[in-house]
């Protein structure tokens, strides 16, 4: 009498739509996702052009290769805070302390480095353990006490600057120059191994989608079509091999002189960061529990998911990514100084995960946003900075983009509950 | 008659002073709609949350396939197989129908989540349910209407092998069309053999699927008939007054109880 689930198997049902038959299909489907306010990344692709645009007509040394990977450079510890901050955004939650968590975990990291000659990933490990427990307290705060997450990421946005403040002493500041953690920016993966890593990427990803297409197709599941899978694949490798080639050649200002070439190492730790992430909110229950509390705390709780847990999880790994974050940050700089992760630092994460199209309302974002929006957010600085801006213009035109994207993510939500997409 | 897939015998509770229920006998066969009616206030609700664990009983004992079961929370009465879909349907607008589906109870292989498996699964139970009115078992939550998102809550619970189905007022934000398809796939459920609740304000509903209709008045059960053995102005009666000509409580005891 139970047995309903099995009585018809490999059976369709009417009306069922189980892909998108051609190309030009695929994309009006793309197009009614568009116009229904589902946007994804596509403000900040456009922000990006738009951008590169100005800057490029505006200073000629914007669009040379030392400073696409000075660009690089500066926006990987962003990207590793905003891919932080879209877990707590996936649940419809903000983490303001992230930025500071950062400053906090990285003085301790230093410090380790410093005054205990720790192994650079022994000290890397408590840094970012520093930064859990952090994202524990402010979870536990959240979820199980039920103080709205603005107040308590507030309240530790401030007690957290004592931490390095007490550990450096006003005025001081810490020498960042552990040779693997400095080397992050400093150095360059060999030409010929960031040649190999790109191919394989490259080959994984067309590997991975036509395997993915192969076993939906066979057994008669919704797939997208043929001609869109190796648009995408094309699409990768010419974005992936096309950096790798720019980062590979000789990007010094005198070429004569010097050789600079070569992936800067922070690339590889953003992308790896990505895959691991992206892994785990596509295919994982976690991360399916993760955007189901996002998207209907109450739905989640009745499908038996353990939401306090799947909230803690949320901020420790915010927190954790922060560490992270924070020593690329340091790693840039070349020290730690008492302000470290003050300032911009957040904002401009959440402006990056927010461009990239994660919602701050919750439900909605992935690990990519981060990388995309990221890149935006650290074009800003990169070029008012060639053009000698003076700093307060850099303050406005962050703000404006932040408001702007949260103004993109409010409209386009409107835009989706009215069409129901 | 048929062994009960659910029972509950001699049930009280009460709020306080408020005394909610009053030995209220509550069945559900196999392979048939029962329905729930009752004015508002009569304690249906109260019913329903007893049935789903949420509430517990002060007195009262609770049957499952004829046997006593001890009841102490809403994973317990899952584990029983007793679904309970309600009003506000519990979906995530943001995942789509499968995700919905096994929301929670997500399959797994060695790469992570199974897709593959999860999707031919959730579209066998659509096939079975006769579903027609779901364009892609990828299409996400948010775009559908309300009988659509009442179907997919539906169909979670004959995915889960349920053998006790409790719908709490599925018509009720429908439109005529949504409303027959709801209706239809509530009579496929108890053809699949399931015990159905249907808790309905509508006596067209009602009597269109209901098989047997159980009538509460003021926390007491006024009648427990077959549907086909009563007419619409009874069960009227019986929701509104506590009794209709034979049927219902008796006068004495119905003026004890207010």
Request: with cysteine; proline share 3%; aromatic share 6%.
């Amino acid at each position: 009498m139970t047995d309903v689930t099995t009585s018809t198997p490999s059976a369709g049902f009417d009306n069922d739509n189980r892909q998108a038959a051609t190309l030009g299909d695929a994309f009006r489907d793309y197009l009614n996702r568009l116009r229904g306010g589902d946007m994804g990344s596509l403000p900040a692709i456009f922000g990006l052009v738009v951008l590169f645009v100005v800057f490029t007509s505006l200073h000629d040394r914007f669009l040379t290769t030392y400073n696409m990977a000075n660009l690089v450079i500066q926006a990987g510890s962003i990207i590793v805070l905003a891919m932080g901050i879209v877990f707590v955004l996936l649940l419809g939650e903000i983490d303001l302390s992230a930025g500071v968590a950062g400053g906090a975990s990285a003085t301790v990291t230093t410090l380790m480095l410093i005054d205990h000659d720790w192994m650079w990933w022994l000290a890397t490990l408590l840094g970012m353990a520093v930064g859990a427990v952090i994202g524990l307290a402010i979870g536990s705060l959240v979820s199980v006490l039920g103080i709205p997450s603005f107040v308590v990421t507030l309240a530790f946005f401030l007690g957290l600057q004592a931490v390095p403040l007490k550990l450096i002493g006003a005025g001081g500041s810490l020498r960042f120059n552990d040779p693997v953690l400095r080397g992050l920016s400093i150095n360059n993966v060999p030409v010929t191994a960031g040649w190999i890593v790109a191919v394989l990427i490259v080959l994984g990803f067309a590997a991975l989608s036509l395997y993915r297409f192969r076993s939906l197709s066979a057994k008669g599941l919704v797939h997208p079509p043929m001609a869109l899978v190796l648009l995408r694949i094309a699409v990768l490798a010419v974005v992936v091999l096309g950096i790798t080639a720019l980062l590979n050649s000789n990007r010094a200002p005198n070429p004569n002189l010097f050789n600079i070439s070569g992936i800067p190492w922070v690339l590889p730790v953003v992308i790896a960061l990505l895959l691991f992430w992206t892994f785990v909110l596509t295919k994982t229950r976690f991360g399916r529990h993760l955007y189901a509390v996002g998207g209907n705390a109450e739905a989640a709780r009745r499908a038996g998911i353990n939401v306090t847990r799947v909230r803690i999880s949320a901020f420790v790994i915010c927190s954790a990514m922060a560490a992270v974050a924070g020593l690329l940050s340091a790693s840039y700089t070349g020290k730690v100084s008492p302000g470290a992760g003050g300032g911009n630092d957040l904002l401009y994460a959440v402006g990056a995960a927010v461009i990239g199209g994660t919602s701050l309302f919750g439900g909605r974002g992935r690990a990519m946003d981060a990388v995309v929006g990221g890149l935006v957010i650290a074009t800003i600085p990169n070029g008012l900075g060639l053009l000698n801006q003076a700093s307060y213009i850099n303050f406005i035109v962050t703000g404006g983009v932040l408001l702007l994207a949260a103004s993109v993510d409010a409209i386009s939500r409107r835009r989706r509950s009215s069409a129901g997409v | 008659m048929v062994q009960p897939l659910l029972e509950l015998r001699g049930v009280n509770k009460s709020f306080g002073v408020v005394h909610v229920l009053h030995d209220v006998d509550f069945a559900v066969y196999p392979g048939q709609v029962t329905a729930l009616v009752g004015d508002n206030g009569a304690g249906k609700s109260t019913l329903v949350k007893i049935i789903a664990g949420i509430y517990g009983r002060d007195s009262g004992d609770y049957y499952f396939d004829g046997q006593k079961v001890e009841v102490h929370g809403p994973r317990d009465v899952a584990a029983l197989g007793v679904e309970i879909v309600y009003q506000d349907l519990a979906l995530c607008d943001n995942l789509d129908i499968v995700q919905n589906m096994f929301l929670g109870r997500e399959e797994t292989s060695r790469l992570g989540l199974d897709e593959v498996s999860m999707e031919t699964r959730a579209r066998e139970t659509l096939a079975s349910l006769s579903v027609r009115t779901v364009k892609s078992v990828r299409q996400s939550v948010a775009s559908l209407s309300g009988g659509q998102r009442q179907t997919v809550a539906i169909a979670k619970a004959v995915l889960w092998n349920s053998k006790v189905v409790l719908l709490d007022e599925p018509t009720a934000a429908l439109g005529v069309a949504q409303t027959r398809q709801v209706l239809d796939l509530v009579r496929r459920l108890a053809d699949h053999g399931l015990g159905v609740v249907l808790i309905s304000h509508n006596m067209g509903d009602v009597f269109e699927v209901a098989d047997r209709i159980t009538a509460l008045y003021l926390g007491q059960v006024a009648a427990d008939v077959p549907a086909k053995d009563v007419t619409h102005s009874q069960v009227v009666e019986l929701i509104t007054a506590g009794r209709s000509g034979d049927l219902g409580i008796a006068e004495d005891s119905a003026n004890a109880a207010v």
